[in-house]
């Protein structure tokens, strides 16, 4: 009987690095069609059970019952566009103040800057005029790239609507030809394995916009009582910024921070400072681990990891579709034997058991890395 030949580390080494870069290239240039329909994807399985249930308990036919759930879907997700453009047309208005208020911040920091640097106020506004001919001979360049990216922000959620209705057409098609890829004694481990993405990504999303709504709600009407100005879309922006994990507040605190300094006093801008980290530490220590906590935990280091990879490779979306595709990454990991490893590597760490050889020997971990 012939012994079969382990390839070396190093080969195994060189084929996981080749892997890697072919998936990155392909990720980098496939953007415009991977992005929308993995974000399809999440949609058509966050909208299965309701188009199941036009399907089965109203008896429409299967492409009419797809269609309402996306139809469905593109009037929730329009709402909260109009709730958000209709704010922001409204913070418009206060633009005189707000350029007001940046032109006494502004004189204010040359004051400091000449006391301490010996900078004076000729020589910097100088340097301020040389980098505002700079960007206005570059504003056409500028424009033209906002109007490509108006045009493909449109374009993108076009596909993915159209992406989303298909997916749930072909589900069925979709399921028969995974199974047909494998081998038929596999096909247990495709249907647990699909079936557990279906019920962990479905949690997910729910929980995301559960907990959305909690954090909106809550920062909206401490605002409000408050008597912060736009109160409204400064809970909305850190509701939905809440979503990326870590940068996601952070962006909304800088935001919301901006627009109150801009529109009120000192008080009120520290007002809305201490909200939006309170909240952010109830978020973090409450809400996450009750509403969106599940079964497939990962650590902090890959979620942080996973973040910006995907901002590196997809921009926002990439940001939002980071934690998704690792959860679904981590489930494919635990199914397959050789690549267990790895799905213990994207998991959170577990806390050893008393009769663990840890604790026998003394060399229990000292701190423990916990993930959002």
Partial sequence: MALKSVPPFYTKLAMVLVSILALGYLAIHGKELLAPLIFAMLFSILLLPLAKFFENKVRLPRGAACGLSVILLIAAVGGIIYLVGSQISNLASDWPQLRDQVTTSFGNLQDWIAEHYDINAKKQMNYVHSATSKILDSSTVAISTTVLSLSSILLFLIFMMIDTFFL?????????????????????????????????????????????????????????????????????????????????????????????????????VLLVLITIVAMHLIDSNILLPVIVGSKVKINALITILGVIIGEMLWGIPGMFLSIPVIAMTKIIFDRIESLKPWGVLLGDEEEPSKHSILHRKGDAPEAEVAGK
């Fill in 168 to 268: 749930l057409l072909y589900r069925r098609l979709l399921m028969r030809f995974l199974v047909a890829v494998f081998k038929k004694d596999n096909s247990t481990v495709v249907y647990d394995v699909v079936e557990r993405i279906q019920f962990i990504i479905r949690k997910y999303i729910i929980g995301l916009i559960l907990e959305m709504t909690i954090v909106a709600t809550v920062v909206c009407t401490v605002f409000l009582i408050g008597g912060i100005k736009y109160a409204f879309l400064l809970g909305l922006i850190t509701g939905l910024f809440n979503i990326i994990p870590y940068i996601g507040i952070f962006t909304a605190l800088l935001l919301s921070v901006l627009i109150t300094f801009s529109t009120a006093a000192v008080g009120k």
